[in-house]
């Protein structure tokens, strides 16, 4: 499971106070998603589109073996009985296709958003491509966008192409967007 502390800018007359900052701030891990995550993941995915995929959609992803979708968690306190509980934050959906990684769906939790969840959930899709032999890593953007077109351009996406109403609820077009992927040796 990948782990991330959110970053706490740190100046020179506040760095010990920012290195408490980040001990004190909860971390995020990201896992797969499990059918028992499903009801948490739909909250996110109709709080951040105004056109969801219905728990269907996210039901055969699972069932898919070309298909993972990851979730970001926060680790919350000990509930009783010494069980750990978790907040499901964020989502992405990825297909992995021969040497291809085709990027669905990403959502990070309203409430969650500005707090690197959507950078933590990519960095991990691309960790896990690059494992898997993956030598390009695609996907579509709404053209409106732009935090979106924001994230995928500082990870080195470039735009290929246009998918003209490609999405037909609000005849938007998708941006078609490309990231070839190096591997060091």
């Avoid at 998603?33 to 951040?48: F, P």
């Avoid at 009783?80 to 499901?88: D, F, K, P, S």
């Avoid at 996406?157 to 490309?178: F, K, Q, T």
Wanted: include cysteine; proline fraction near 4%; glycine fraction near 4%.
């Amino acid at each position: 499971m990948a782990a991330l502390s959110p970053r706490v800018p740190a100046t020179a007359a506040g760095r010990r106070s920012a290195e408490v900052a980040v001990r004190a701030r909860p971390r995020f891990e990201i896992r797969r998603m499990r059918a028992d995550d499903l009801d948490e993941v739909m909250e996110i995915e109709r709080a951040a589109f105004r056109h969801p995929w219905s728990a269907e959609l996210f039901r055969r992803e699972l069932e898919h073996d070309w298909s993972t979708i990851l979730v970001c968690v926060e680790p919350l306190t000990s509930a009783a009985g010494g069980r750990a509980t978790e907040r499901l934050v964020g989502f992405l959906i990825y297909w992995l296709v021969h040497d291809e990684v085709h990027i669905l769906n990403v959502a990070t939790d309203p409430q969650h958003r500005r707090r690197g969840i959507a950078k933590f959930l990519m960095s991990e899709t691309e960790r896990r491509a690059l494992q898997a032999g993956a030598t390009l890593m695609t996907l579509e953007v709404r053209r409106s966008n732009v935090a979106a077109l924001e994230l995928y351009r500082g990870f080195d996406y470039r735009a290929v192409g246009v998918r003209p109403n490609y999405y037909v609820d609000e005849g938007e077009d998708a941006i078609v967007m490309v990231k070839e992927l190096r591997r060091f040796r």
